[in-house]
């Protein structure tokens, strides 16, 4: 017999004694929060299951979620130690089961951890199912800043994040059963959440408005993303028209002001300031410029009755220019290589958030 079948039938054997009796169930007696924790000991094997980490589990075939936990545990038997992360559910039935060998995916910062399921078991709503993890990526856990999971089926997929409080969580479990040590971390200050996406508005040379979507398709270093956006503007121009009359030289003809307007496009990097909670954004812009069809400072007249513009402020554009956007929390910049320029505040979407 494999050690993974000894394995799972000893934890086989841990659930239908914790249904019957539960030996004890103790809690963390570190500094405050307590976090509480199931012990169950059965001869020389005893099982530590941390409790509390509720997620919400979303699939594409409804908007509401799914709730569920997903703890951290270790098993000690015979001097060896296993390290093990425990599924359960236990609310409305799943729309799919899951099975002995599909996978568990955390996503720590950008880093993928792939782990596979065994001794899964289902009786009526409740669903469990564990996943053999090393100690360290569960330390690793505890410090990341972001966390997310992606529990696949033969038949679809759950998907969560976990909150600030399930990464303290799990350094607290680190701190007391894989580090083993009485210096138990303070919950820290919340870490930057990054929103959805932005939306800014700002005047100078002109008037622009962006709204940009965080992707983070591109993971650099430690909480680096990226971000697209797309934008619009508008700027003026005046001039003054005079006319050319025979025998009587040039006349003013009237004021004029008249609009150049701009579409924008922007890529750029994102990162989480390490003085609070707000981000710093750096990106390129594209920003393509023309003007009202109205003006036409090509149609001078006639030989014999020419016209004169003369532009009084602003100048009529009609070009591609490359520029620079940065941005810092709730105040960004931009500015291109013309000169045009304007500064703004910005606003998460959603703005609650």
Known sequence: MTKKKKTGQRISWIIIFSIIMVYSISCQTGKPPEIPDYRIQLGDLESIIQSGNWLKFYTIRRAEPYTGTLNPGRMTSKGREYHILKF?????ILPFTLQDGDTLSLILDGRAIHLTAYNVSRQENRLSAYYNIDKWDIVDVGYASSVKIIIDSQEGELKASFSNENIYNYRYFSAKYILKTDNIPQISQPVYKQPMAFLSGGAGTGIDFWLGYYTNFLQIIHGAGDYIALGMGVSTFKYEIYNRYVGHGYLWDGNF????????????????????????????????????????????????FPTYYWIKDGKPRKESLIGVFIQAGGLWVQWNRKKLWAVGIAIPIPWWY
């Open 88 to 92: 359960e559910y236990h609310d409305q």
């Open 257 to 304: 002001t008249e609009n150049n307007y701009n579409i924008n496009a922007m890529y750029g990097l994102t990162y989480p300031s390490p003085f609070g909670n707000w981000s710093i954004e750096v990106g390129f812009t594209y920003q393509y410029y023309f003007h009202d069809e109205s003006w036409d400072s090509e149609n001078t007249g006639t030989d014999l």
